[in-house]
């Protein structure tokens, strides 16, 4: 589906530019503000920024010059009100999701996320008090079946990790209006290049920024994005939480936004040449692209999002082994966890988590012996299908 962003600038004007009132200083490209704290200029002036809201020239917990650029960018760019950047992707889920609930409460949330949110859900009742029911995201009716009076939260990834399923956005937004419940969808896999939730009403988008908006694979970092005053409730939390990004790594986050727009355009257009070449390869059982016309979900993905991610599965024909084989024998992609990044990763989803899950678990999420994820990065196209073709064929 063709996004009408015709009445707003581009993605990739605002990346650019979105962020600049932030910067009070003469240098183009904005300074990082590496300090922990800022000078008051009386105990007046001291008392005023101590009780101040999101002060951002207090104490770097507190907020910070550079952050406040980065998150003026990303509010531009996934719509909302506000941002908070964290320390990492799972300080963001955990700041969005321990800002809102209180014992007692129920999450409705999905039976597959990235393993680290599934481990956080798994262990909030015996934690925290907090009741969670997990459903199958791909079945709309089953979030509806699931709510209960103490419901406070439905919490979605779309596409998931790693095997690219769909939550059906709208319909998750029209569930909870009206009821109390907060809906807060993780947007790492799509970026809001591809996808904005907040257009089809949900409340709160988060990041592991570490991803596609870091975009090099050298910053480890989140971001929370809603209204003003869910943001403001998350800085509260967070302040206990500690959950603080550097500001260099701040910074970084900013350079990686620049050419957000370029990169994950180059992202969407390699992984679907990649996932059309899988497709037809006799070595491949199946390929899991929301962007292939052979996606059971492709209709509802083509609704949502305007371009389909740099992020694949595909399951071999073969077992654990012939996956690892195939995964060492390519030489462009490099074996490592994480994603998003300017250079293609691989991982083996039976390996990474086969210590955390057993077979049977890993079987009922669907996560066969042969399955890899490949994060497909900005290599040329061509040598990438010559890589794939060359380690299938080996
Ligand atoms: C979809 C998704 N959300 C959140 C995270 C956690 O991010 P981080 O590693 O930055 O904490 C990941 C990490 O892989 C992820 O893939």
Redesign the pocket.
């Known amino acids: 589906m063709e996004r009408d962003d015709s009445d707003r600038e581009g993605v990739q004007t605002r990346a650019i530019h979105a962020g600049k009132g932030e910067n009070r200083t003469r240098a183009v490209t904005p300074p990082i503000w590496q300090t922990t704290t800022f000078a008051a200029d009386s105990s007046e002036h001291f008392a005023e920024i101590a009780s101040a809201t999101r002060p951002t020239e207090f104490y770097t917990r507190y907020g910070n010059p550079t952050h406040k650029e980065v998150e003026a960018t990303v509010v531009s760019l996934e719509g909302g009100e506000a941002a908070l950047l964290t320390s990492?992707?799972?300080?963001?889920?955990f700041t969005a999701l321990m800002s809102t609930l209180r014992q007692g409460d129920h999450v409705v949330a999905q039976t597959n996320?990235?393993?680290?949110?599934t481990t956080l859900l798994e262990e909030m009742p015996q934690r925290f008090g907090v009741e969670v029911t997990l459903v199958d995201q791909t079945r709309a009716e089953e979030f509806a079946e699931a709510l209960r009076p103490n419901t406070r939260v439905i919490y979605a990834?779309s596409p998931?990790?790693p095997l690219m399923q769909i939550t059906d956005l709208r319909a998750m937004a029209e569930l909870a209006r009206g009821r109390g419940v907060t809906t807060i969808v993780?947007n790492?896999?799509a970026t809001p290049v591809n996808q904005r939730p907040v257009e089809f009403g949900i409340d709160v988008v988060?990041?592991?920024?570490?991803?596609y908006l870091g975009g090099h694979s050298d910053v480890?970092?989140?971001c929370v994005v809603s209204s003003r005053e869910f943001i403001e409730r998350a800085w509260r939390f967070s302040l206990l939480a500690g959950s603080i990004l550097s500001p260099f790594d701040g910074w970084l986050i900013l350079r990686g936004l620049r050419t957000l727009g370029l990169r994950v355009g180059r992202h969407n257009a390699n992984a679907l040449a990649l996932a059309r070449f899988l497709e037809q390869h006799p070595k491949v059982e199946r390929v899991y692209y929301p962007g292939l016309d052979s996606h059971p979900q492709h209709a509802l993905a083509r609704t949502q999002m305007s371009g389909f991610t740099g992020m694949l599965s595909a399951e071999l024909r073969g077992n654990y082994e012939d996956a690892e084989r195939f995964i060492s024998s390519l030489r462009l992609a490099t074996y490592a966890?994480?994603?998003?990044g300017h250079e293609t990763l691989v991982v083996h989803p039976s390996a990474m988590w086969g210590g955390y899950m057993t077979p049977d678990e890993r079987r009922a999420r669907g996560l066969s012996d042969s399955l890899v994820r490949i994060s497909v990065g900005l290599e040329d196209e061509r040598d990438l299908i010559a890589d794939f073709t060359r380690a299938l064929g080996s």
Request: proline fraction near 0%; charged fraction near 10%.
């Open positions: 990492s992707g799972m300080g963001a889920i996320h990235y393993a680290g949110t990834e998931t990790n993780d790492t896999f988060v990041h592991s920024a570490t991803k480890t970092a989140g966890a994480s994603l998003g």
